[in-house]
């Protein structure tokens, strides 16, 4: 591709029509990026979201839902190999299930085509190999923070990313401001938020930001309303859920400050459960919970990010889940 200087330096959000590629791009501050031009609702007739992985005995299995709407999930495929406590996430057109247990850490990375289904094919490896990471996409890179690895268990505070559209292997971003583990996290196009977490001897409230289209270390944002870890994060590109047994904390994303915690509840306490999210909705899936202890729950619960109200029935996940991932081609890393 040709590239054309712009008159003068342009700044980072500027846009230009590519006349080699006939494309929108958008400049990030360091490069041209090409404006993804399609929508959930033409591929995929709605937002999809789609779950992989499950505890404690690790499956292959994938499950795929229709966010638009209310309902249960169905069989999408399968993962390249049986796993759980992965982490995930996604473009427009695909989604990425990075690490977890076999139960033995692992650092496989799978990728796959969100509108069609099928089974998993190989992307690469990361670099630190476990499980529990906290991970966002702007729809170009995908940054993968945190996470521990089992045997011999290990926490650590490393950053890494994959670039979304090129299967690879991953590459060091950064640092976290402290090690943790079981962390949730939300964003925007532009921000990555990874929201409490765990190290030893105690559950965090701390919440890190990172930049997406640079490397570097993360930043304090502000704190969780309380302590906690291995729950699940949603969010627009505006607004944010974090939750772990309960309650729902808010996070407003771009703006530095603490999460509010403004009385929300999910319909059933539970942690272990996999997120999804559309530009409206976030719907939370399966989990672990005293009143449904192992193989875990199908409950689905979501709410609207322009809600301040509890969480409401979705469905039932065609079987019991927890410590899945969860991803979808509308989320609001995408705009």
Known sequence: MKEYQAIGNPTSGSIRFNTDSNKLEIYNGNQWWEIDSTSPEVQTGGTRGVLGGDSPSPRTRIDFFNMSTTGGSEDFGDLTQGRSTMSGSSSRTRGIFLGGQTPGSTNVIDFITISSKGDAQDFGDHIYNGAFSATWSNG????????????????????????????????????????RRRAMSIGSPTRMLVCGGYSSPASKSVIDYITMSTQGNGADFGDLSSARHTGGGSSNAVTGFVSSDSDVDRIT??????????????????????????KTRAVFCGGYSPASPYPGSNVMDYQQFASDGNFIDFGDLASNMQNNAGISNGHGGLG
Request: aromatic content about 6%; proline content about 3%; overall charge negative.
């Open 140 to 179: 170009t890179r995908l940054v993968k923070a945190g996470g521990e690895a089992p045997s011999p268990a290990y926490t650590h505070l490393d950053i890494e990313f994959v670039t979304i559209a090129s299967a690879s292997d991953g590459i060091d971003f950064g640092n976290l401001t402290e090690k």
């Open 253 to 278: 994303i771009a703006t530095l400050g603490s999460a509010l915690d403004n009385g929300a509840d999910l319909t059933s306490t539970r942690t272990s459960f996999g997120s999804t999210s559309s």
